[in-house]
């Protein structure tokens, strides 16, 4: 079982950052692609972004590249997502999510976070 536990989110005005961290239990960290979810509310969970085992790869949202990225440190077993110049609509509870191949394209992921709630606002 692989457990994932989320932390960074907060409130934050428009055009403001934070980073969340997702800091995970998997034997072989590195094996792991992982990815970022969100829920916003009334709305259904949505991907946002991806990385691979090495972090050579990555897979964005239309809407989030350029703001956001996504990166790992295995040494830390830690997948952080630097987020910037958020807009009210990027609220949400977001997600970090493990699934057992090095690289992984779709969105079926095997293990969950129990998310962290981002709210920007002004």
């Known amino acids: 079982q692989v457990q994932l536990v989320e932390s960074g989110g907060g409130l934050v005005q428009p055009g403001g950052s934070l980073r969340l961290s997702c800091v995970t239990s998997?034997?072989?960290?590195?094996?792991?692609?992982n990815g970022w979810f969100r829920q916003a509310p009334g709305k259904e969970r949505e991907f946002v972004v991806a990385i691979s085992w090495s972090g050579d790869n990555t897979r964005y949202l239309d809407s989030v590249k350029g703001r956001f990225t996504i990166s790992r440190e295995n040494t830390k077993n830690t997948v952080y997502l630097q987020m910037n110049s958020l807009k009210p609509e990027n609220t949400a509870v977001y997600y970090c999510?493990?699934?057992?191949?090095?690289?992984?394209?779709?969105?079926?992921?095997?293990?969950w976070g129990q998310g962290t709630q981002v709210t920007v606002s002004s």
């Open positions: 999510a493990a699934k057992g191949l090095t690289w992984y394209t779709g969105d079926r992921y095997d293990y």
């Open positions: 998997q034997r072989t960290f590195s094996t792991y692609t």
